[in-house]
C-alpha cells in the first residue's frame, strides 16, 4: 500500500509542477517595463530631476539676483551722469508787489508781473567718487562673495537633487523586486494550495496538509495586495521627482547592486572638506559678511567726491524758440569733502552688529562642517555594515535556493510532501526579500556618503561598484 501511495505521490508531483515552472517564467518576463513605458535608469531620472526641480530653478534665480548685485556694487567705482530738463507755460504770469513811492507814484502799491510765457531749465551733472575709505572695494568684495555663495547653493541644492532621486529610484528598483517576490510566492502557494487539494482528493495529502495549504494561500494576498501599492507609491514619488506627469509611463531600466567601499575614511573626509558646495557656500558667506563689517568700520572715515555740472536757463514769449540773448548758461566743477564728526552712535552699532554677523557666520561655518564630517562617518560605517550584512544574506540566499531544489528533488522521489515544498519555497522568498532590502540599504548608505562629502569630488572615493 506504501509502494502504491508513493507511486501516486510521484506522477502526482511531477505532473504538477510543470505548470507552476511555466508560471514563474511568464512573471518573470512579465516583470520589466509594460508595454509602451519609456525606459528610465537613474542616470537620466537625475538628468529630468535637474532639468525640471523648481527648488533648483529658484537656486539659479537667485545666483541671477547675486550677478546683478554684482553689477550694482560695481557701478559704484563709476562716475554718475545724470541729465535734468524742465519746461513750463506760464499762463498767468507771477507778480510781486512795491510801494508806489518806489516809483514816484504817490501812495499805494504797483503790481509788478515776473518772467515771460515760457520758462525751460536744463542741466547735466556728473559725481565720481574719489576716495570713499575703501565703501566701494568693501561693497564689491561682498558682493562678489554673495554671488559665489549662491554658486555653492546651487550646486549643493542639485546634491540634494540627485540624492532625492536616488532614494527615489532606489526605493522603486526595491518594491519592484518585492512586488515580484510576492507574486511568486503568492503563484507558489495558489499551486501548492491546488495540489493539496488534489492530494487530498486522491487519498494522498491529508486534511490537515490541505487546511495548511489554504492558509498560507490566504495569508500570501495581503502582503501581495501591499506590495503592489508600495510598487504605485514609489512610482509616483519617482515621477514627482523627475519632474514627469502622473500619467507618463516608465519603466525602470537598472537593476539593484551592491554598493562598491568608499577609499579610506580620511581621504573622504578630506575630499568633503575640500568638495562640498555647502561648507564652501557658508565660506563665501562669511566672506560677505567681513566686508560689510569694513563698510561699517569705514562710515568713520571721510569721503571724498569730484562733481560737476552745466545748466541752461531761459525764458521767452512770442516766438517758438528763445532768442540767444535770452539763454543763460553756467558751468561748475567742485570737489567736496564730507568728514563725520558725531552721528549719534550709528556707526558703533552698525560696527557691533556687523562684527555678530561675523562671528554667527563662522559658527555656522563651524557647526556644518561638524555635522558634515558626523554624517560622512556616519555614512562609511553604514557601507561597512551594509556590505558585510550584504554578504551574509547572499549566503542566506544561496542555502535557501539549494534547500529549495533539494525539496523539490525529494518531492519527485515522493520523499516529501507537497507542504513542504512549499516551506522550502517561502524560506527563499524570505531569503531573496532580505538580499533586495540589503541591497537598498548599500546603496542608500552610498548615496548619503555622496551627499555629506558633494558630488564633485565624490568620484574620486567612490570606489567601484559591483
Request: glycine share 8%.
Amino acid at each position: 500500500m506504501r509502494a502504491f501511495l508513493t507511486g501516486r505521490r510521484v506522477s502526482l508531483c511531477r505532473s504538477s509542477l510543470r505548470p507552476l515552472y511555466i508560471l514563474f517564467i511568464a512573471i518573470a518576463l512579465a516583470r520589466p517595463a509594460g508595454a509602451g513605458a519609456q525606459p528610465l535608469s537613474l542616470e537620466r531620472a537625475i538628468d529630468l530631476a535637474l532639468k525640471s526641480d523648481e527648488t533648483l530653478r529658484q537656486a539659479a534665480l537667485g545666483v541671477a539676483g547675486a550677478e546683478a548685485q554684482v553689477m550694482q556694487a560695481r557701478s559704484n567705482a563709476f562716475p554718475q551722469v545724470s541729465l535734468a530738463g524742465q519746461y513750463g507755460r506760464n499762463f498767468l504770469k507771477p507778480s510781486f508787489f512795491l510801494p508806489a513811492a518806489f516809483f514816484g507814484e504817490g501812495s499805494g502799491s504797483v503790481k509788478i508781473e515776473i518772467g515771460e510765457d515760457n520758462d525751460f531749465a536744463g542741466a547735466a551733472s556728473v559725481s565720481q567718487v574719489l576716495w570713499a575709505a575703501g565703501r566701494v572695494s568693501a561693497g564689491l568684495e561682498a558682493a562678489k562673495e554673495y554671488l559665489a555663495s549662491f554658486r555653492f547653493r546651487e550646486l549643493a541644492t542639485a546634491d540634494y537633487v540627485r540624492f532625492s532621486v536616488k532614494e527615489a529610484y532606489y526605493g522603486a528598483l526595491l518594491a519592484a523586486q518585492i512586488l515580484g517576490i510576492e507574486e511568486k510566492a503568492s503563484a507558489a502557494a495558489g499551486e501548492a494550495a491546488r495540489i493539496a487539494r488534489l492530494g487530498y482528493e486522491q487519498g494522498v495529502v491529508s486534511k490537515f496538509d490541505l487546511m495548511r495549504a489554504d492558509v498560507e494561500l490566504a495569508n500570501r494576498k495581503a502582503p501581495l495586495v501591499k506590495a503592489r501599492n508600495d510598487f504605485g507609491q514609489a512610482i509616483i514619488v519617482l515621477k514627482r521627482r523627475c519632474g514627469l506627469g502622473a500619467a507618463d509611463e516608465i519603466g525602470l531600466s537598472d537593476s539593484l547592486t551592491a554598493a562598491a567601499h568608499p577609499a579610506g575614511l580620511d581621504t573622504v573626509i578630506a575630499a568633503m572638506r575640500a568638495g562640498s558646495a555647502e561648507i564652501k557656500a557658508l565660506e563665501h558667506a562669511a566672506g560677505a559678511q567681513r566686508q560689510f563689517l569694513r563698510i561699517a568700520k569705514a562710515d568713520r572715515y571721510p569721503m571724498l567726491r569730484l562733481t560737476g555740472s552745466y545748466a541752461v536757463q531761459t525764458q521767452w514769449s512770442n516766438q517758438w524758440l528763445p532768442p540767444s540773448d535770452l539763454i543763460a548758461k553756467s558751468a561748475a566743477v567742485q570737489i567736496g569733502l564730507q568728514i563725520p564728526i558725531f552721528d549719534g552712535l550709528s556707526s558703533k552699532g552698525k560696527i557691533g552688529k556687523a562684527k555678530a554677523d561675523v562671528r554667527t557666520a563662522e559658527i555656522e561655518l563651524e557647526r556644518v562642517g561638524r555635522d558634515k564630517e558626523l554624517a560622512v562617518r556616519q555614512s562609511y560605517l553604514s557601507i561597512e555594515n551594509a556590505l558585510i550584512a550584504l554578504e551574509g544574506r547572499e549566503e542566506s540566499t544561496k542555502l535557501a535556493e539549494e534547500a529549495h531544489r533539494l525539496a523539490l528533488v525529494r518531492l519527485e522521489n515522493g520523499l516529501a510532501t507537497p507542504l513542504e515544498r512549499l516551506d522550502a519555497e517561502l524560506a527563499m522568498t524570505a531569503a531573496r526579500a532580505q538580499l533586495a532590502e540589503a541591497l537598498f540599504s548599500s546603496r542608500m548608505a552610498q548615496a548619503y556618503l555622496e551627499l555629506a562629502v558633494g558630488s564633485r569630488n565624490f568620484g574620486a572615493v567612490a570606489g567601484k561598484s559591483e
